[in-house]
Each structure stands twice: as structure tokens, then as C-alpha cells.
């Protein structure tokens, strides 16, 4: 599983790249975390609102950080 955090480094961007890291761990689920700052990118996937979170290409979460329950439920679909 590939697991995008698009932000460009602000506070609710680290927040949920730890999140995000923090919830893989407890799920035990292998995957790969990358975080993403460069904003061309960040918009090549649509998004316009950071942070966002993106998992194997589609992006599931946009504009806020949700929280470590949430992101289990959304990388164990």
C-alpha cells in the first residue's frame, strides 16, 4: 500500500503525517508513507485544500486532519 500526506509542512500537515504513521503502526499493515510538499504535485492529483491524504493513488481525505481512528478505518478498506 502507498500512502501520500500532501501538505506543505504546517502544523495540521505534520500532525497528520504522524497521524497517519502512528495509525499504519497500530494496524500493522505494510505500507509506504510518502509525504508530499511540492504543490504542482499536490494539484496534478486534484487537490486544493491541504492537507490531504492520498492511498494507492486515490485521494480519501482533503482540507483536514482526521483523526488516528478515522485513518485506521480508511487504510484497512
Given at each position: ?21 502512528q495509525a499504519v ?45 478515522e485513518i485506521k ?5
Open positions: 500500500m502507498e500512502i501520500k500526506v500532501l501538505g506543505t509542512g504546517c502544523r495540521k500537515c505534520r500532525t497528520l503525517e504522524e497521524t497517519t504513521k503502526a497500530e494496524t500493522g499493515i505494510e505500507a509506504t508513507i510518502i509525504k508530499v510538499e511540492d504543490m504542482l504535485e499536490i494539484m496534478k492529483l486534484g487537490v486544493m485544500t491541504t492537507p490531504a491524504l492520498v492511498i494507492d493513488g486515490n485521494v480519501v481525505l482533503k482540507g483536514r486532519v482526521a483523526s488516528l481512528a478505518e480508511l487504510i484497512q478498506k
